[in-house]
T-cell receptor, first 110, second 114 residues
Framework: GQNIDQPTEMTATEGAIVQINCTYQ??????LFWYQQHAGEAPTFLSY????GLEEKGRFSSFLSRSKGYSYLLLKELQMKDSASYLC???????????FGKGTMLLVSP | EPEVTQTPSHQVTQMGQEVILRCVPI?????FYWYRQILGQKVEFLVS????????KSEIFDDQFSVERPDGSNFTLKIRSTKLEDSAMYFC????????????FGPGTRLTVT
């Protein structure tokens, strides 16, 4: 079966750093994605990891450990506009589909 | 920058009615997807479509659902007889062969079944 876990909510202060964790158990694995979703809007692609290690993209970094079934998204220099839901999703090669977690709602306060 | 578009943005329908949700994927993309998101819940995969046929479908995608690519640009999702529990946001996504893992999502259609 498919199981993706991430915290429901997190809060952080403008300018700070926040790490959002994701653990997964899937029948197949061909990459892990992070998407950002503002309320009432579509998910937008942030990052993709298929090999172990850290991928950096501006203020956002994502880490993957396949042996541990674990990933995190690191957001630096937080801005108010970063308040959104962050979705962890696994690309399951067995099914060629994206399986999403429930998302982590991040609230950035001044 | 090219983007996926969807129409309508909001559809209200009565239970038992048929609805067709429309999507125009990015023009050079070959893989198309429908997802739904019930309010407050996670994004759920419905169906993937490639080379004019369904590649994968989830348990949610039962006989009430169908997809079609009627021409070179549109990709539609039909729900034959809507139920209250079909109320959700429906997202279309597409990607191309070179970046098959990077799906671009449309803005969604909010379907309300009354």
């Amino acid at each position: 079966g498919q199981n993706i876990d991430q915290p429901t909510e997190m809060t952080a202060t403008e300018g700070a750093i926040v790490q959002i964790n994701c653990t997964y158990q899937t029948s197949g694995f061909n990459g892990l994605f992070w998407y950002q979703q503002h309320a009432g809007e579509a998910p937008t692609f942030l990052s993709y990891n298929v090999l172990d290690g850290l991928e950096e993209k501006g203020r956002f970094s994502s880490f993957l450990s396949r042996s541990k079934g674990y990933s995190y998204l690191l957001l630096k220099e937080l801005q108010m506009k970063d308040s959104a839901s962050y979705l962890c999703a696994v690309f399951d090669s067995g099914y060629s589909t994206l399986t999403f977690g429930k998302g982590t709602m991040l609230l950035v306060s001044p | 920058e090219p983007e996926v578009t969807q129409t309508p943005s909001h559809q209200v329908t009565q239970m038992g009615q048929e609805v067709i949700l429309r999507c125009v994927p990015i023009s050079n993309h070959l893989y198309f997807y429908w997802y739904r998101q019930i309010l407050g819940q996670k994004v759920e995969f419905l169906v993937s479509f490639y080379n004019n046929e369904i590649s994968e479908k989830s348990e949610i995608f039962d006989d009430q659902f169908s997809v079609e690519r009627p021409d070179g640009s549109n990709f539609t999702l039909k729900i034959r007889s809507t139920k209250l529990e079909d109320s959700a946001m429906y997202f279309c996504a597409s990607c191309n062969r070179d970046s098959i893992y990077e799906q671009y999502f449309g803005p969604g259609t909010r379907l309300t079944v009354t």
